[in-house]
């Protein structure tokens, strides 16, 4: 027995601390456990009637002085407030209640009585279990289920204190033992409890009935703490956690369209869990935050200025239009009067939680502040039979309800006879004739009392479930259910699965929660002057259905309001967000070349370069490829130039061929003239390459063969006129046949020539392979073009070129005056200086065109073929004129001067008369002012087939220039000089071989 008072007074030790002991109310409570906190000894050796005298004494010393602290504090009404009632209904198992009959008071304890959340709510758990226990198939065969209801004011201090009642069965029978109070009397044990209403008062209450290992369900709390096992293992509930509520009211903010709210949240557990949830779930998709406010409850300092004050904060940001208000019925009224004070009333679009959702308290009288509130309500269907029920009481007959009286005074505002004063009935005048009656008319009815009804059929099914596995079909209460195990019942109650009373099928989760069910309440003006709510979607575990048509923030303006801080960028703009604000910003635009960024809505970026922005400045759009396309008209220009190039070079081919054994085309040194052909033919050609679209390859042979057509050009001319040069250089030092000038000779120097192009090449290709890129000259520009045409590289190719050009040119200037008929280094000279001219012409041409592609290509491809064109026109054009109309002087003797064909007719006659020529012709070259022709005798004409005769016998070769020195006699070394002053061998005689040697 000890061990059992043991726990008993450890017991009165928790339970002191779970009062709210900073309360005043509680001192007394807190002065008697010190002064016999040193007597705990003693106390163990009490008896269980001592022990129950001692607890009875401290509750009516608490009571006491609970009771007058409240009459003090309104003595000057002498009317004791509140007073305890309960409602008891007898029964073999015993339900505790605590319900919310009167409202929340700041001042006083217990305020007026509350008609829908208080009162019907009673009536349903008082109905539901008459229906339990009366219908004629009963849940529990054998064994009624009675009720212990109290009074909690939806206070959760004052609902603590009644709900010491629920545990004196528990201490009374600690071990198994009931305890008889005066012996007369036996406490029953409470097996489970129903309510609180309040998440502050079912938390609470829960720490309490934890200790005792009674099952609690709650059938309006809502609160997400309550859904932690590890704290509040014994509680269960009916309706949903505020948890899913919370999406609810989100995924409605969304589908509004809305991105900046304000919150406003009752500074409670109910309001602070949800505004935590709030706060998470906004973060998530990113909505903001404007005002964030707390209702005050509970405090006496929630004056009108304190309402007033909330108004005035949710103004100073005017573009959050929408509002979530998480309080309870008695707060929001008084806010909305607030709004009304402040002529604030349509400013504000209301979110509403199920705490004052479709409650007249809050409408009736405000129903303009109200007007467009969007709520979110537990789902719940009416409890069948209820309303018939509810309307056919009365204060005569409904003697169960103790408070019924006050509900009635309060409903049809009159005063019963014999009724106890209250601080809200003495001001009532008139008196209750008796008439009275409760109607659908004048009655209007909590849409959630179907939670209510399902806490008490869980229980009822949890103990029919308990009953068949520990009483195997006993009727009636076994041993093995007096008491009730709490724990056991609550494994039970936690697997029930039953159709309520309203039809709808109900079972706890894994957190002992209702399912996530919700309608979404919507507070409109139906017609002129008449507000209704009405249901415009729900919301089903996790998904929101809701009929946008059906909504209406205010009569006549169909519109949906905006509460959004800044409207969103027009296309391409970027944000530049305020100072300390999320949801406000500016917009910028993005200048020409930019988009705005993807990841990052507050930057720009620029487009790559090869791209531009869309009109809209949403993503960068590739600028089209741009190179030389073959059906454009520069191309078709440039290839018509050059297609007419190639067939002139292809018939001269096709002449020089045709008259290879001919005197002219052997004059010109058949051999390097094929080679001066191939490289004109392949300058027409190159434009064929430079037209195609770049790619690797075609830019690998554009930059060869842009230098290399050139190279063969040149080298081949550069040869000719070398040779020329040094045949009659030497002729004015020497008699010696030059070396090297053979047509062999003259093939390798020129293929050597070629070859350093080919070096040349090679190596740039190995160091800096050709590429076909992207080119962006400017920012609206993509040129697809081979990689040397962005800088000067293609001066590597030309480099070598202009060098033989050069070096060309000086030596067509120094053949300059080598007589007429053997001087085709003057065709070679004309052909050097207009190369010259044309490419002076083509480099500020080629650079000044570095973004028009189709002028640039086309100046380089006509500027090839024209140097092509010149040579073909100075070199060749003469020598098809002759071979093609004048084929008469394509003889040999019209490939030497008269005078020296004179001279070798002469020699050939009369070997003195060639031997006095060359001595006249030596004196009148030492003495330049004689006339050598005075003394030049007549030669007669040699016949043409001398000529041919000694071309054929003496060589085979491409020399087809007579053999002068054949013709002029031999002088004697005695008689070569003439005089101190003249030397011989400078005469004609000399210079008639360099003639052979030239036209060889």
Known sequence: MSLAFNKIFFTLSILYLVIDVESSKDHKIHRYYMKHKSSRNKLLNFNADNFMHTYNGLETSFLTENHQHHHL??????????????AVVEGDLIIGGLMMVHEREDTITCGPIMPQGGVQALETMLYTLDRMNYDENPILPGISIGAHILDDCDKDTYGLEMAVDFIKGSISNIDGAEYHCNKTQVRKVISGVVGAASSVTSIQVANLLRLFKIPQVSFFSTSPELSNKQRFEYFSRTIPSDHYQV???????????????????????????????????????????????????????????????????????????????????????????????????GYFSWIGSDGWSARSLVSEGNEAEVEGTLSVQPQAREVHGFKEYFLNLNVETNTRNPWFAEFWEHHFNCRLANSSKTPYNMKITNMCNGTEKLTLNNTVFEDQLQFVSDAVLAFAYAIRDMHKDHCHGFPGLCEAMKPTNGTELLKYLRKVDFQGLSGDRFHFNENGDAPARYNIKHFKQVSEGKYAWIT??????????????????????????????????????????????????????????????????????????????DKYHEYCEDIPE???????????????????????????????????????????????????????????????ALILKPTDIVCAIQRFSAGFCFTVVYAALLTKTNRISRIFNAGKHSAKRPSFISPRSQLVICFGLIGVQVLINGIWMLISPPRAIHHYPTREDNLLVCSSYIDASYMIAFTYPIFLIVVCTTYAVLTRKIPEAFNESKHIGFTMYTTCV??????????????????????????????ASVTVACLFSPKLYIILIRPERNIRQSMMPMRYSAINKSSTNTGSGSMMAAVMVTAATCDQKQNIQKHVSPIDNVPDDVFYKDRKTKDSSTQTTPDIEKFIPKIPESNQKINNNCNIGNGPAQESTNLKEVTS
């Open 838 to 867: 044309i490419w002076l012409a083509f480099v500020p041409l080629y650079f000044g065109t570095a973004n028009h592609v189709a002028l640039r290509i086309t100046s380089m491809s006509v500027t090839i073929s024209l140097s």
């Open 626 to 688: 741009e190179y030389l396309q073959p059906v454009s008209g520069w191309a078709i220009g440039a290839m018509a130039f050059s297609s007419t190039g190639i067939l002139i070079t292809v018939f001269i081919f096709g002449v020089f061929i045709k008259h290879n054994e001919t005197p002219i085309v052997r004059a010109s040194g058949r051999e390097l003239s094929y080679v001066l052909l191939s490289g004109i033919l392949m300058c027409y050609s190159v434009t064929y």
């Open 73 to 86: 504090r309104h003595h000057h009404d002498e009317i004791p407030w509140p007073v305890k009632k309960e």
């Open 247 to 345: 999406k609810a009211m989100v995924d409605i903010i969304r589908k509004m369209g809305w991105s900046y709210i304000s919150i406003i949240y009752e500074e409670s557990n109910y309001g602070i869990k949800a505004f935590e949830e709030l706060e998470d779930l906004l973060a998530k998709y990113s909505l903001c935050i404007a005002i964030k406010e707390k209702l005050v409850k509970d405090s006496g300092v929630a004056r009108e200025s304190a309402y007033d004050n909330i108004v005035h904060r949710l103004m100073t940001k005017p573009m959050a239009r929408g509002c979530i208000v998480f309080g309870s019925d008695q707060e929001v009224a008084e806010l909305m009067k607030a709004v009304r004070r402040c002529n604030a009333t």
């Open 536 to 613: 415009v979607g729900q919301y089903l575990e996790g998904e929101l259905q809701l009929n946008m048509s059906a909504i209406q923030f205010k009569m006549g303006h169909p519109t949906l309001p905006e509460s959004v801080c800044s409207l969103p960028c027009l296309r391409g703009q970027a944000k530049k967000y305020v100072e300390g604000e999320r949801c406000c910003w500016h917009c910028f635009n993005c200048t020409q070349y930019q988009i705005r960024h993807k990841d990052d809505p507050t930057q720009c970026t620029k487009c790559p370069m090869g791209t531009l922005p």
